[in-house]
């Protein structure tokens, strides 16, 4: 492949969700592509148009010139793979790497001599050339940096953010020897507006991206332990971090619940690996019991603030705003809202979830949950603002009035509305 014009590349894109769609659809605008994904009905749905990720329009997929396959036979003649497939953890926090084995089995197989692999899946540093890299050699019988070569690109898609486009976040790029790094780096510099980084390996590559989600959850972990203190001090977390934000080194964290498969997930490969090496991590670890401990605190403090209003938990109906693991997203997998409904159904209140994003079918299916029309809810006892869909920071006050009764409590987890907001009601307003 090193010895192809770029007029010549085949690419083939494995795995098409958040990450990998939105990497085809813009490959496809300068070189043959094809996405494959064994997903037999999301490839019937983006051959018709429709991603329930919401990353593509459906006029962006109409015109696109992308090919859409589960055939592998139709992918065989490529020149470039490029694999991203979720890298998530198991029951037991510990890396799970079957679709990343299942995904290069697959690609092993089709690989022919000159051609270029390049991961873009979170993985721990070493994991491309360590796990991905014998299992191409296996299935190929080709020789690894000799008959075909590697790369690693982590993604770096922010999920329901249309102003921080795949093209528009400079991209990490990496390779096996230093004419796949530059061929790499030029591939992908021909699709991002504004550029590149080349790493200077791909363990530099794997280390940058696993790190990035750590700082953010090490952080957002501070402001949560903080906002737990806050609250038995009677401060009001919000104007303590609007206080400190004017100094101009401030960094600006929120509270709030860390789910998702990244910020949730990623820390969790590099301890793994930290362990294998003999290093017990303690700062990253620590985060992530705050983190995961937040559901429950914001379920027991609805709980409180129902006592104090004189209502007995038990019956009382709470209202979850948002299932989805981030706000204008319809995501759901690894969402900490789960552990908010699991900790109030210990009190036996009567639950009623509504999502803006989230599909039912999908809710139903993996969690059992029977998604509510929003406009179908009123008179609850409480409502917990869980996620900041856009939408529902358009609801006006006399809306909520008929939502929530005399007396009730609406748990702001993200601060939308401002302390004031509900002054002149009978609603109590507390913010995380």
């Known amino acids: ?69 589960k055939n592998e036979q139709e992918i065989e003649d490529c020149n470039v793979y490029i694999i991203t497939v979720p890298t998530p953890v198991d029951k037991n926090k510990k890396p799970d790497m079957s679709y990343l084995k299942s995904a290069s089995k697959t690609v092993g197989k089709l690989l022919n001599n ?8 979170t993985v721990y540093p070493g994991a491309t050339e360590e796990f991905c890299v014998p299992i191409l050699e296996k299935e190929s019988k080709l020789t690894y940096n000799n008959e075909f070569f590697c790369g690693y690109s982590p993604e770096r898609i922010n999920p329901g953010d249309k ?10 790029t990496s390779g096996s020897n230093d004419n796949t790094a530059k061929l790499i780096d030029n591939l992908y510099s021909s ?57 101009w080194n401030f960094l600006p964290f929120r509270p709030g619940l860390v789910g998702g498969h990244c910020i949730g997930v990623d820390p969790y490969y590099l301890t793994y690996k930290a362990k294998e090496v003999g290093y017990k991590p303690e700062m990253i670890l620590a985060g992530r019991r705050i983190n995961d401990s937040m559901g429950k605190f914001i379920a027991d403090s609805t709980i409180q603030h129902l006592v104090k209003l004189g209502k007995n938990p038990i019956g009382s109906k709470v209202a979850i705003f948002g299932l989805t693991f ?15 409904i699991k900790c109030l159904k210990e009190y036996n209140c009567e639950i009623l979830v509504t999502d803006a994003f ?21 008179n609850v006892d409480a409502v917990i603002l869980s996620v900041a869909h856009d939408q529902y920071k358009l609801i006006p006050i006399k809306e909520w009035k008929k939502i929530i009764k005399n007396k009730g409590v ?23």
């Open 410 to 432: 609406i748990v702001d987890v993200k601060s939308i509305f401002n302390y004031d907001f509900f002054n002149d009601t009978d609603i109590q307003h507390w913010q995380l």
């Open 163 to 172: 102003n921080h486009s795949l093209i528009n976040i400079k991209k990490i």
């Open 326 to 340: 981030k706000e204008n997203c319809p995501d759901i997998r690894n969402t900490k809202v789960l552990s908010i």
């Open 114 to 121: 000159g051609d270029t692999v390049i991961y873009e899946s």
């Open 1 to 69: 492949m090193h010895n192809l014009d770029q007029n010549e590349y085949r690419i083939a894109i494995i795995g098409l969700g958040y990450v990998g769609l939105p990497l085809a659809v813009e490959f496809s605008k300068k070189y043959t592509t094809f996405g494959f994904d064994n997903n037999s009905e999301r490839i019937d749905q983006l051959i018709n148009g429709i991603d329930n990720t919401l990353e593509t329009k459906k006029d962006e997929l109409k015109t696109t010139h992308l090919i859409f396959t």
């Open 358 to 378: 989230a599909n039912n079918k999908e809710v139903k299916k993996m969690f059992d949950i029977d998604l509510i029309n929003q406009n179908k809810i009123k």
């Open 191 to 247: 699709i991002i507006k504004v550029g590149t980084y080349k790493a200077s390996s791909i363990a530099v590559a794997e280390a940058a991206k696993v790190i990035e989600n750590i700082q953010r959850d090490v952080n957002i972990a501070l402001i949560n332990e903080l906002s737990i203190l806050f609250h038995k001090l009677n401060l009001n977390t919000v104007e303590v971090l609007e206080a400190a934000g004017t100094k």
